[in-house]
């Protein structure tokens, strides 16, 4: 076995383990809000999930082309700008073990990080670490600029949806309306866990085409996905997603405002809505936690701004702009000690 084809079996392995961290840490996007209204009970909320990941990971590819494209790797005549291939290859390892590091500290203190935004500032941190160009305007039209609006949408729609539900019903029987929405509560779980197979997986997958395209360039182009790289990161998000995030779940689901049925309801549909757009359209790597997140202050904020812990709501803003900055530190370290143990 050649060290080249080693580190890349390597690169996969771990960016298999950062996609199944990526889904034990983000399976309370889909389904906290379902549990905490009772809607769905948490093993049942935990496989609607995992089976919607893996069908939502298999809807698209766009999503994983603007990941692999993060790094200039080509020249416009498509020459191979990384002139080793084992440095290029130990750059998108260190950044995927910078993203599982910061995964890790905040799924372990309970914050809902964006595993989006991780891998991407882990990228972006062993990229310059090992000297190679980043694509700043991609970053910024297709991570920093969605990293801001998507959460801010998130949150005014909620608002809205929320509010059009409470005016449609405010005759209506409060008790049988919340049986409605806990029953509906299942199709927007759904969908919400389909948009995130759908953004997340597709993130794993694009980095792994970049690994595959260092190693292989005569072999592999970032515009086509290898089946096999679609069905492994779509099997991997779901297994993590099955095994639970227990602790995040806590926060989304309680510590930010104690949701009803409907305003679970409104939050997991907007949250589905702002998944499907920005990957189907813009094709922008955008975070299910931001997004969720913000919906569900949107739709608890229908009852009071009071109503919406933003102490806590605050310490999760902490969470999201360290992110970037965080992750792409812990890749840079952990690139300078591959470098002395792979270059």
């Known amino acids: 076995m050649t060290l080249t084809l080693a580190i890349v079996i390597a690169v996969v392995v771990i960016a298999l383990a950062f996609d199944y961290t990526n889904g034990f840490h983000d399976a309370a996007n889909a389904i906290a809000t379902s549990v905490s209204t009772r809607a769905l009970t948490p093993r049942i909320a935990l496989t609607l999930a995992a089976i919607m990941n893996f069908i939502g990971a298999l809807l698209g590819q766009e999503v994983a082309k603007t990941v692999a494209d993060v790094i200039k790797i080509e020249d416009d005549s498509g020459q191979l700008l990384v002139d080793n291939a084992h440095v290029g290859l130990v750059i998108v390892m260190a950044g995927l073990l910078g993203a599982i590091i910061w995964n890790l500290i905040t ?54 949806v929320m509010t059009a539900i409470l005016w449609i019903f405010r005759k209506a029987n409060p008790h049988k309306v919340n049986r409605g929405f806990r029953g509906m509560q299942t199709i927007s779980a759904a969908a919400l866990a389909l ?137 840079w370290g952990c690139f300078e000690i591959l470098k002395l143990i792979l270059l």
Not at 122 to 135: E, P
Not at 141 to 160: D, E, N
Not at 282 to 306: C, N
Not at 308 to 313: I, K, Q, T
């Open 107 to 160: 799924w372990y203190y309970g914050l809902p990080s964006s595993s989006s935004h991780a891998l991407i500032g882990g990228l972006v941190g062993a990229a310059i670490a090992g000297g190679v160009s980043v694509k700043w305007d991609t970053i910024v039209q297709k991570v920093l600029i969605p990293m801001v609006l998507s959460p801010l949408f998130g949150f005014c729609a909620a608002f809205i």
């Open 195 to 331: 948009g995130h197979g759908l953004q997340d997986a597709q993130k794993t997958m694009g980095v792994i085409l970049l690994a595959l395209v260092i190693a292989y360039p005569q072999d592999y182009d970032i515009e086509t996905l290898p089946l096999w790289v679609v069905l492994a990161a779509a099997g991997a998000i779901s297994a993590g997603t099955y095994a639970g995030g227990w602790r995040i779940m806590r926060t989304l689901g309680r510590k930010i405002i104690h949701l009803d049925p409907p305003r679970g309801f409104a939050a997991e549909s907007v949250g589905a809505g702002v998944l499907y757009t920005t990957a189907f359209v813009f094709h922008a790597p955008i975070s299910t936690t931001h997004t969720i997140t913000s919906a569900v202050m949107g739709a608890g904020a229908t009852k009071r701004l009071s109503a919406v812990r933003w102490g806590m709501a605050r310490t999760i803003l902490a969470a999201w702009i360290s992110t970037f900055p965080a992750a792409a530190l812990a890749a």
